[in-house]
Nanobody, 123 residues
Framework: QVQLVESGGGSVQAGGSLRLVCVASGTVYRRNCLGWFRQVPEKEREGVAAVYTGGGSVYFADSVKGRFTISQDDAGNTVYLQMNSLKPEDTATYYC????????????????WGQGTQVTVSS
């Protein structure tokens, strides 16, 4: 059983910061990616960034490069998303996801998902 629990969402004004946290529990064998995705109603889910359990990261969305930073703890069970210089267009539900095997870049192959945490950025 794999569980992903997100926290850290909230409401901020444009230019502010938030840090999202995702704690992963359950099977770790072959889990090699923890990632963040976001979605707004009536739009497709968008990949934000992911980290490899063994190190390294990938950023999917050009719009967050330079503003968001993904990181993980030493055990690889907690992933963080530091979001700075937030913009209204960052408003979305942010989901944590885990991938077992394969490249973290394959956004459509993530196996487990958290319940999501809401981020609202006001102008």
């Amino acid at each position: 059983q794999v569980q992903l629990v997100e926290s850290g969402g909230g409401s901020v004004q444009a230019g502010g910061s938030l840090r999202l946290v995702c704690v992963a529990s359950g099977t770790v064998y072959r889990r090699n990616c923890l990632g963040w995705f976001r979605q707004v109603p009536e739009k497709e889910r968008e990949g934000v960034a992911a980290v490899y359990t063994g190190g390294g990261s990938v950023y999917f969305a050009d719009s967050v490069k330079g503003r968001f930073t993904i990181s993980q703890d030493d055990a690889g069970n907690t992933v963080y998303l530091q979001m700075n210089s937030l913009k209204p267009e960052d408003t979305a539900t942010y989901y944590c996801a885990a991938k077992y095997g394969g490249s973290c870049r394959r956004q459509d192959e993530y196996d487990y998902w958290g319940q999501g945490t809401q981020v609202t950025v006001s102008s």
